[in-house]
Nanobody, 124 residues
Framework: VQLQASGGGLVQAGGSLRLSCAASTRTFSSYVMAWFRQAPGKEREFVAANAWSHGKQYYADSVKARFTISGGVNTVYLQMDSLEAEDTAIYYC????????????????????WGQGTQVTVSS
């Protein structure tokens, strides 16, 4: 399984970006797709997750009300609005292929497949 993330770039504070991620080669019947991010010198942290087959989403407090996760079969998107300099990081998409029913885990060790990452840089 390969995950391909795209949509990163350079944007001014207050601007918007939309990230996309597509999973290839396999369709998962009931899974969670998520976004994590890693800033220089920091641990990879949870951003948002989408249990699309159960209509559930979960967000980190730091992005709630600014970011929106969506998606369907083998895809996940992250609409990022009101971007701040603190959002600068490499963003990774990931898939949890066997989640508890309707549960969106914020823990990176629960995710089985990862994309290559896409750089988001917010200038202040």
């Amino acid at each position: 399984v390969q995950l391909q993330a795209s949509g990163g770039g350079l944007v001014q504070a207050g601007g918007s970006l939309r990230l996309s991620c597509a999973a290839s080669t396999r369709t998962f019947s009931s899974y969670v797709m998520a976004w994590f991010r890693q800033a220089p010198g920091k641990e990879r942290e949870f951003v948002a997750a989408n249990a699309w087959s159960h209509g559930k989403q979960y967000y980190a407090d730091s992005v709630k009300a600014r970011f929106t996760i969506s998606g369907g079969v083998n895809t996940v998107y992250l609409q990022m609005d009101s971007l701040e300099a603190e959002d600068t990081a490499i963003y990774y998409c990931a898939v949890d292929v066997a989640p508890a029913v309707g549960y969106c885990s914020p823990y990176k060790n629960m995710y089985d497949y990862w994309g290559q990452g896409t750089q988001v840089t917010v200038s202040s």
